[in-house]
């Protein structure tokens, strides 16, 4: 059975530090795009991170240097490293998956987690 599986999430306060994870089992990571995306409660879901097959990563702007995604094809597992965290960065977040090149438009991928939620607060 195909699954991906979202953990690490919890309550932060501001300015701190996340790492989540993205488990996949029964079927190997190392041949697809992963992203993440995230869902704050009253917004509209965006994008967050991608990482194509070949390691290109990709970044929504209000995370770049604060965000770093990356995977280890030997554990199946994509990661979604989260700096200096930001009340506004509260959501569950949702890894997935998709062939090819890195999209912002969730509808192409095709795999979802069933999300962790993050929240940022003092």
């Known amino acids: 059975q195909v699954q991906l599986v979202e953990s690490g999430g919890g309550l932060v306060q501001p300015g701190g530090s996340l790492r989540l994870s993205c488990a996949a089992s029964?079927?190997?990571?190392?041949?697809?795009?992963i992203g993440w995306f995230r869902q704050a409660p009253g917004k509209e879901g965006e994008g967050v991170s991608c990482?194509?097959?070949?390691?290109?990563?990709y970044y929504a702007n209000s995370m770049k240097g604060r965000f770093t995604i990356s995977r280890d094809n030997a554990k199946n597992t994509v990661y979604l490293h989260m700096n200096s965290l930001e009340p506004e960065d509260t959501a569950v977040y949702y890894c997935?998956?998709?062939?090819?090149?890195?999209?912002?438009?969730?509808?192409?991928?095709?795999?979802w987690g069933q999300g962790t939620q993050v929240i940022v607060s003092s």
């Open positions: 990482i194509e097959n070949d390691y290109n990563t």
């Open positions: 997935a998956t998709k062939r090819g090149f890195c999209s912002s438009y969730s509808r192409s991928f095709t795999s």
């Open positions: 029964g079927f190997t990571l190392d041949s697809y795009t």
